[in-house]
C-alpha cells in the first residue's frame, strides 16, 4: 500500500523558512523515478492549489507568489520530496499536502500545517 507521509511543518515567524519532507513508502523507485511531483496548499475557505511541481526532467513549476522564495527538490534514491520555503508570510499559511502524478493515478499524502505568525 502507497503511503505519502510529509513532515516538516509547524508555526514559523514572518521572514523565516521550513524545509518540508516527503517520503513515499510502499512505492517502488521504478514508478517514483518518473512520476512528477508536487506541492500543494490549502489555506481556510480556499481551494487546494499548485504550489510547485517537478517532473521526470527536472523542469519545474511555481506558482508566481513563492518564485524566489520556495525550491522543490526530490531524491529519487530514497523517494523523497521537499519543499523548502524562504522569507515566509502569513499568506503562505495553509495545511500543504505531497502530492505524487504516476500515470495511473496521484497519490496524496495526509498534509502537514505550515502557520507564519509573530
Known amino acids: 500500500q502507497v503511503q505519502l507521509v510529509e513532515s516538516g511543518g509547524g508555526l514559523v515567524q514572518p521572514g523565516g523558512s521550513l524545509r518540508l519532507s516527503c517520503k513515499a513508502s510502499?512505492?517502488?523507485?521504478?514508478?517514483?523515478?518518473?512520476?512528477?511531483k508536487g506541492w500543494y496548499r490549502q489555506a481556510p475557505g480556499q481551494q487546494r492549489e499548485l504550489v510547485a511541481e517537478?517532473?521526470?526532467?527536472?523542469?519545474?513549476n511555481y506558482i508566481d507568489s513563492v518564485k524566489g522564495r520556495f525550491t522543490i527538490s526530490r531524491d529519487n534514491a530514497n523517494k523523497r520530496v521537499y519543499l523548502q520555503m524562504n522569507s515566509l508570510n502569513n499568506e503562505d499559511t495553509a495545511v500543504y499536502y505531497c502530492?505524487?502524478?504516476?500515470?495511473?493515478?496521484?497519490?496524496w499524502g495526509q498534509g502537514t500545517q505550515v502557520t507564519v505568525s509573530s
Open positions: 502530492n505524487v502524478k504516476t500515470p495511473q493515478r496521484d497519490y
Open positions: 510502499g512505492m517502488i523507485l521504478s514508478v517514483f523515478w518518473p512520476a512528477t
Open positions: 517537478l517532473d521526470s526532467s527536472g523542469n519545474t
